[in-house]
């Protein structure tokens, strides 16, 4: 068996349904430790850190911190002389990504009470953000695309861009899709001295207001330790998919779509729901035939020994009972009548509809992000968007008179509250209406 079987009118399915989604583990205290000593020692010592990291743990020594930032030119040539067909597709997952992110976009309001007070919110964009794209063993691309966008269009004014490239070695495609999306500047660092050097500025890296973007866990850690410093977008666990599947799709696709995120790591999760116990068997046949000829079988096959699991339950009812507790990060509804389902869904952060939207299209070109919250956390977070980037304000503003009127009851408020400071506050505006002049 390569993956769990569990039944859920079995007596043993709720300690093994505990133990299934129970990924988190124990603390790794020296992974914490290890962490901290880079943040506070990039911290402390800036570039010279940064260029001490770099040639330990990246095997990429330079004389000069300036030397690990790429100009813009180099960028624009890897988008030149890309091959047609991945920049013909590059550019058009970027207008996709950038024409969805578009209708996120939220805009300054305000208006005038009954008493004419002006109330409102000004929305404005973050000045500048750093965005983390992993290295090293994969080149993503897509990252660049579905994190720089929607800072774009938010209107954030300057996007720093790191990428660990171990031995120096660059990926032609991940700076082509820089220039695409339109990165400000680019830095050949990563890990948990990237994030460093992003929340408190070196010499030659500026310090950011956020930082966004998956990396490994000490990248994870690193963003854990310097949030509040610097905003983040969340503390991303490994990946995962839930696929519902009433037995009606073929077996091979929705086992290639469990494969689509055990191949991202040995601690990712696949997991099917159906009421159809013969399918079940047929997608766990599909599987076995399909492992071995994967260039990352090892991996996937990690996956779902360790994570994986094809869950059967009496109807569909059920199952979407069980996807909403579990809360995935991607959920698939490959069912024929897909749509009349969504209402009850809940929980989850990518919701694909029917039996032909697999996951693997919102991972590069559908158009919604792809960064998305894990482990249960889409219980109470959304995806990465343009509001991410936008940070609001709220607009008072008072006449004269309409100052009065809130006088009295702040005064009242305030005194209940013992705070005497601001119901004087308050009261010296008690008796402003007969002048003064009005807001606006």
Partial sequence: MILSRLDSGAADFEPRLQQLLNRSGEDDAALTLRVAEIVADVRARGDQALRQYSESLDHYPVADAGLLEIDLDTARAC???LQPLPREALQQAAERIR????RQKVD???????????LGQQVSPLDR???YVPGGRAAYPSSVLMNVLPAKVAGVAEVIMVVPCPGGERSPMVLAAAAIAGVDRIFTIGGAQAVAALAYGTDTVPAVDKIVGPGNRYVAEAKRQ???QVGIDMIAGPSEILVICDGGTDPEWVALDLLSQAEHGPDSQSILLTPNKGFADQVESALSRLLPGLQRGETAAASLRNFGAIITLPDLSAAIDLSNRIAPEHLELSLDDAESWLPSIRHAGAIFLGRHT???LGDYCA??????PTSGTARFSSPLGVYDFQKRSSIIGCSAESAARLAAMAVELATGEGLEAHARSAAARLNSGAGGDDVG
């Fill in 79 to 81: 988008l030149e002389t």
């Fill in 108 to 118: 300054s309001w305000s208006y005038r009470d009954e008493h004419g007070t002006l």
């Fill in 358 to 360: 697999p996951e693997a």
């Fill in 226 to 228: 310097v949030f509040g």
């Fill in 367 to 372: 158009g919604p992000n792809h960064v998305l």
């Fill in 99 to 102: 024409r969805y992110h578009q």
């Fill in 129 to 131: 953000v750093g965005v």
